[in-house]
């Protein structure tokens, strides 16, 4: 089970979190304070793979983006490095070659990504296709509530893109 | 494709996003926060927020909790959110409540409610918002109130939520398993569902029921198999293909619940080899994902019943990912090696070099999972290089946690396998030493008792040989600064007991040393009551034996202060030494007497030599006792006894008895050839913890409930000190050890050659080996070559390798034998011997034909039985379809469930799936054109970016191009 997600800049900056099991405002600073400084520190040819408090803790480097999991001690480590890399092309392909700037700026869309992929601490969905189908639906809800004022230009700019 | 960029926020938060973002230090960050909460609680507040704001003013607490400031003013809100009508809104509302509440706050009573009229939306998209929120909301008391709601929406038409309705169930069943129990045949139903999403989701609840109790699902094997066959070859739609391999993830899940089902069951796991087989072979090890599947299947091949083959192959892949650069696979294969391990001793050898390069690197979690290995692999002949190993490795780390496991591991390793009570003295003395305060406080207790019993010899010498070592050890210690009190314990109480018993050290100089150290740590109390008791020993002992006690002038002012101590304990100590001390030599040593500690106290519960006392009280008059049940209103009196328990357990020693041992339970193994082998041989690891687990079971020492610390002394007795070969009273140990020492018989003869064999190879591959390295290994692993005695085809070689384990240190002794029988390489014993040996327990008789082919054809024959009697029919449609329509439904409907779905997709998915193959083997590089033109350029992509973000008025200065840098490229 994954118990955690965290994306951190190299700047030790927090870019997104998501908790699977229950953790309290003051243990969710802890962990993030404890991790960026074991993870941002470590050498760029060692394992991606951190022995953590009973648990192990699965990170990838993108650009200047770390993608950290906090798994059970039992799970493939393997398998969870290639999950990060599945939510990262599943954000690159929602985004168009995304960059750190749209996770700043669009941190919620990043969530609502995650939760189509995982849900309670498991992988919900391995299909990237299907993933972006839901998004897609959920967002095409979203812009026909948008107020009317941008809305014929906007269907057709997104319509030209 | 999903919205570009698109900054649909204010001005205001893309602004505090920004000032964040070049904020130069936290306590700046923490000041922008704290400003953007003040504002966000005032405008929260108004009256008649339009929708659309009080959106972003959600939007933006979830980014200020994000930066770890509390945000629960703002929790309701975000509840009233999700009451909202509007989608949009309602999805926002869920997204925070789900990112801001444990399933355990107050306010999920008022959402429970949305979500019961949400799961009965028409709209699919508000049922999955809710399933989302149900999955990490609803707690173990409000499952009833959603449950029947969300198994009805396990057949709801579209497919996300189906499956997320499974995931749902998942997680009750996690938060509560009674609450779902009843619902498993859906589970089993789901299985068959015709959407692979679903199918996939379904098995993450599954693996968990079949890993609470595997017996009730293994009528499933035959279906887990067979999805798994058809996975591997590629028939679910391409979609779900990940660079290239066919759901890799849905192959993982599969082989982890098949290593559930397997584990122990020979039946099931003959359903599974052929398909195994076929998952490694088709294991593509140049990717990532390819390893991660590959390195499930050898979990799994652990996990069942052996087979020879398929261990073949897992250990042909470990040498694949040993040898590999890459430190994540490395990693996988010492995780591996180690699982392997215990069906097949034998393949460690040939990675020794590899193992100890692991050991010896830079990388801590490589060194981390290198040390579990050794850990795994350790027997009496290599327990001092671990160890050694393990102590150094744990003196230089700072991290607790760690600390404490792998001192944990050392005493646990020193107890099972200590060659000599010295060496088991040393070691304990580094461990308490430096990691003290982190054992269980049983280790010491335990080594106490070690040092007052012997390790089961009757010769006195060795006895005191070994106290007067411990003493000289400890005096030696004393004087470091900064001892753990634990181990300030022991030194008290050794000292006491036999500071003086040698003659050695005079009664002033062992108690100068306790003044000294009750003054050093004069503010922990234990210790200084330890040391008080032994100061009382000491000095009853000079006086039992008729010296004269002159009490040094520091020992006096301690007792002094003591006497008035705040502690009763300690004052009463004090009490007892000033009593003692004037009492005459026969007294004092039918009190205290000499070397008694290890001397069974009778206690005589019924106080019966009170009895004249009382006798003559009530005849005086006085009340007869009434006993406690009967007294009311008393104060309670097992409070008192209570209390009384809880100091002895902590200060005193037990003082029980020890249960004569019972011999094991004999072992699974058949015993083979009982009264030839007289040789000791050492165990091998897999065998000795079930030797261990059998004698834990019969349930020996006082202290059975206590964690793995306790020391197995009954097991253990026969490995320490000098070892009596063929003696037939050593009951006990004697049948268990037999089996055992007739199966490494067997192996000699390949543990020579293959080894030779593989070292020999190593050698030519890389001449220059650092001998330092070559030392170790010889150590770690020469061990395991101990037993050649048997002549055999070799026999220079056996003898020559058994003169090397004796002398394990000796790194030119265990390398001269692989020369010599570099020659003879050509005299190997049959291979099959080898696979014989790898799992002692089984027999595997040579196979005259193929077991995959007859395997294959029981397979087929079981899978178009269970499937459909239109078997005729599977020919030309792939039969995914049969398997999940299950046998009732029709060919057509599963073809309607799938093929047109990928027919329609085909060309757009195709060309997707190969862009994203381009960027999936060009990796990290981003050189491929055919990925621009997918794309886009990247540099035009982050150019429109930043001219949208300066169009919005926030201008991110350039200071950190990385922001715009492409994660994938």
Redesign the interface.
């Known amino acids: 089970m994954i118990h955690f997600v965290l994306l951190i800049?190299?700047q030790g900056?927090?870019r997104?979190?998501?908790w699977?099991s229950?953790?309290?405002?003051k243990e969710?600073?802890k962990v993030?304070r404890e991790l960026s400084g074991v993870i941002l520190s470590r050498?760029p040819?060692?394992?991606?793979?951190?022995?953590w408090?009973?648990h192990k803790v699965v990170y990838k480097r993108?650009?200047?983006?770390y993608f950290c999991m906090c798994i059970d001690d039992e799970d493939?480590?393997?398998?969870v490095?290639?999950?990060i890399?599945?939510f990262?092309?599943i954000?690159?392909?929602?985004?168009?070659?995304?960059?750190?700037?749209?996770l700043?700026?669009?941190?919620?869309?990043a969530?609502?990504i995650l939760?189509e992929l995982l849900?309670?601490g498991?992988?919900?969905?391995?299909?990237?296709?299907?993933v972006?189908r839901?998004?897609?639906?959920?967002?095409s809800?979203?812009?026909s509530?948008?107020?009317e004022a941008s809305s014929l230009s906007n269907i057709i700019a997104?319509a030209t893109? | 494709m999903g919205s570009q960029g698109g900054f649909g926020q204010s001005k205001e938060f893309l602004d505090l996003i920004k000032s964040i973002g070049e904020a130069r230090s936290k306590a700046e960050e923490d000041r922008i926060v704290i400003r953007e909460i003040e504002t966000l609680k005032r405008r929260i507040s108004e009256p008649d927020i339009p929708k659309r704001k009080m959106k972003e003013y959600i939007i933006r607490l979830l980014y200020v909790e994000m930066l770890g400031h509390d945000a629960s003013f703002g929790y309701i809100h975000a509840v009233k959110m999700t009451h909202d009508d509007n989608l949009p809104s309602k999805r926002t509302g869920y997204l925070a409540v789900t990112l801001f509440l444990n399933d355990d706050h107050d306010l999920i009573i008022l959402i429970v409610n949305t979500i019961q009229k949400d799961l009965k939306s028409d709209n699919y998209l508000v049922v999955c918002a809710a399933l989302n929120a149900v999955c990490r909301l609803i707690n173990d008391e409000t499952i009833p109130a959603v449950l029947p709601l969300v198994v009805d929406l396990l057949s709801h038409s579209k497919e996300a939520v189906r499956k997320k309705a499974v995931m749902a169930l998942h997680s009750f069943h996690r938060k509560s398993p009674s609450s779902v129990s009843h619902l498993i045949s859906n589970f089993r139903k789901r299985l068959c569902d015709n959407d692979p999403g679903v199918m996939g989701a379904t098995l993450c609840p599954l693996f968990d029921l079949v890993n609470a109790d595997p017996t009730p699902y293994k009528d499933l094997v035959v279906s887990f198999v067979s999805i798994l066959k058809q996975v591997a070859e590629h028939r679910l739609p391409k979609s779900y293909d990940y660079h290239q391999m066919p759901a890799p993830f849905v192959q993982i899940k599969l082989l982890k619940i098949l290593a559930l089902l397997g584990s122990g069951d020979k039946l099931a796991s003959e359903h599974m080899y052929t398909v195994i087989g076929d998952v490694i072979r088709k294991g593509d090890s140049s990717s990532n994902i390819g390893n991660a599947i590959l390195y499930e299947s050898i979990r799994c091949v652990s996990s069942i019943y052996p087979n020879a083959k398929l261990l073949e192959a897992a250990a042909d892949v470990i040498a694949k990912f040993l040898k590999s650069d890459s430190h994540n696979l490395k990693y996988m294969g010492i995780d591996a090696l180690g699982r392997l391990i215990k069906l097949s001793p034998l393949i460690a050898e040939q990675h020794q070099l590899a193992v100890i390069d692991c050991l010896e690197d830079p990388d801590d979690t490589l060194k981390r999972k290198t040390f579990e290995l050794l850990y795994k692999m350790t027997k009496s002949s290599n327990v001092e290089v671990i160890v050694d190993r393990m102590i150094d490795y744990m003196i230089s780390i700072s991290d607790d946690h760690y600390k404490t496991y792998i001192a944990s591991r050392c005493v646990e390793l020193a107890e099972q396998f200590a060659p000599s009570n010295h060496w088991f003295i040393q070691t304990m003395n580094k461990v308490f030493e430096h990691a003290g305060d982190l054992v269980n406080i049983k280790v010491a207790h335990n080594l106490m008792r070690l040092i007052a019993e012997g390790f089961g010899e009757d010769d006195d010498t060795t006895y005191s040989q070994l106290r007067s070592s411990a003493v000289e050890s400890y005096l030696r210690i004393i004087g470091e600064p900064k001892l753990p009190s634990v181990f300030l314990q022991v030194i008290c109480w050794v000292l006491g007991e036999y500071g003086t018993a040698d003659g050695k050290h005079s009664a002033s100089y062992i108690t100068g040393k306790l003044c000294d150290m009750a003054e050093a740590y004069s503010n922990d109390e234990t210790v200084k009551a330890y040391a008080i008791t032994a100061l009382t020993k000491i000095y009853s002992f000079e006086i039992a034996a008729g010296r004269k006690v002159d009490m040094l002038s520091e020992c006096q002012s301690l007792v002094e202060e003591l006497l008035a101590s705040h502690s009763t304990d300690l004052q009463q100590r004090a009490y007892e030494l000033q009593s003692v001390i004037g009492l005459d030599a026969r007294a004092v040593e039918a009190i205290l007497p000499h070397d008694a500690s290890c001397e069974d106290i009778e206690v005589d519960k019924n106080i019966s030599f009170l009895n004249d006392y009382v006798q003559k009280a009530i005849e005086r008059g006085a009340m007869p006792y009434i006993s406690e049940n009967e007294r009311s209103g008393m104060v309670n009196m097992s409070n008192f006894s209570s209390q009384d328990q809880q100091e002895s357990g902590q200060h005193g020693l037990r003082f029980e008895a020890y249960e004569v041992p019972k011999p094991p339970v004999p072992s699974k193994v058949t015993p083979v050839s009982l009264s030839s082998v007289t040789d000791l041989v050492p165990v091998s690891e897999s065998l000795y913890a079930r030797e261990t687990h059998h004698i834990t079971s019969v349930g020996v020492a006082s202290d059975t409930g206590s964690s793995g610390l306790k020391l197995k002394l009954d097991g253990v007795q026969k490995k320490w000190g000098k070892p009596t070969y063929s003696s037939p009273a050593s009951s006990s140990n004697s049948t268990s050890q037999n089996p055992v020492n007739g199966v490494t018989k067997v192996d000699v003869a390949t543990t020579v050659n293959s080894k030779v064999r593989d070292s020999y190879d190593s050698r030519k591959q890389q001449n220059e080996i650092d001998p330092e390295k070559q030392k170790l290994a010889a150590s770690l692993f020469g061990g395991s070559t101990k037993p050649e005695r048997r002549t055999s085809a070799s026999s220079k070689v056996s003898k020559a390798s058994a003169g090397a384990a004796d002398r394990p240190q000796d790194s030119k002794a265990a390398i001269v034998p692989n020369k010599t029988s570099g020659e003879k390489t050509n005299q190997q014993p049959p291979p099959q011997d080898l696979l014989d040996l790898g799992e002692p327990t089984v027999t595997v008789a040579p196979p005259t034909v193929d077991p995959f082919q007859q395997l294959e054809g029981l397979l087929d024959a079981s899978i178009s039985s269970t499937v459909s009697p239109s078997v005729g029919a599977v020919s030309n449609a792939p039969d995914i379809m049969s398997l999940y329509t299950g046998s009732t439904s029709s060919e057509q409907r599963g073809a309607g469930g799938y093929i047109p779905v990928t027919g329609d997709n085909l060309n757009l998915l195709s060309e997707l799936s190969s862009a994203a193959a381009v960027r999936g083997t060009t990796g990290e590089t981003n050189a491929a054109p055919l990925s621009l033109s997918v794309k886009g350029a990247n540099a035009k992509d982050s150019l429109e970016k930043d001219a949208k973000v300066r169009q919005m008025g926030v201008t991110p200065t350039s200071q950190n191009p990385n922001l715009f840098r492409d994660l994938l490229g």
């Open positions: 800049s190299r900056k927090v997104l979190t998501k699977y229950p953790y309290t405002q969710r600073s993030i050498a040819k060692l394992c991606n793979f951190v022995e408090r009973g993108y650009a200047s983006l493939n480590e393997l398998e490095l290639e999950m890399h599945h990262v092309e954000l690159d392909r929602y985004f168009g070659s995304v960059c750190e700037l749209d700043i700026f669009n941190f919620h869309k969530y609502y939760d849900i309670a498991e992988l919900q969905e391995s299909s990237k296709k299907t972006a839901l998004i897609a639906a959920q967002d809800l979203v812009e509530a948008k107020e997104q893109k």
